[in-house]
């Protein structure tokens, strides 16, 4: 085939277009999985920071005396 042959554009068009709808599809599930997750990781994250803020004020507080 040459380059100048349809086939090979219609091909090329093809090919470009599966590949984003794949692309669009992981995106996608990606997505999905972070909506699913992102609740639970910012109530660790906020409970990991409350404790550590927790436990220095009650260093700094016991290192006073």
Do not use: E, K, N
Not at 14 to 23: F, H, P, Q, T, Y
Not at 28 to 35: E, K, M, T
């Amino acid at each position: 085939m040459s380059s100048s042959d349809p086939r090979s554009w219609i091909d090329r068009l093809v090919g470009a277009c599966i590949g984003l709808l794949v692309g669009v599809i992981a995106l996608y599930c990606a997505v999905q999985i972070l909506r699913m997750l992102l609740p639970f990781l910012v109530a660790a994250i906020g409970v990991l920071a409350i404790g550590s803020g927790l436990m220095t004020a009650r260093r700094w507080y016991h290192g006073r005396w």
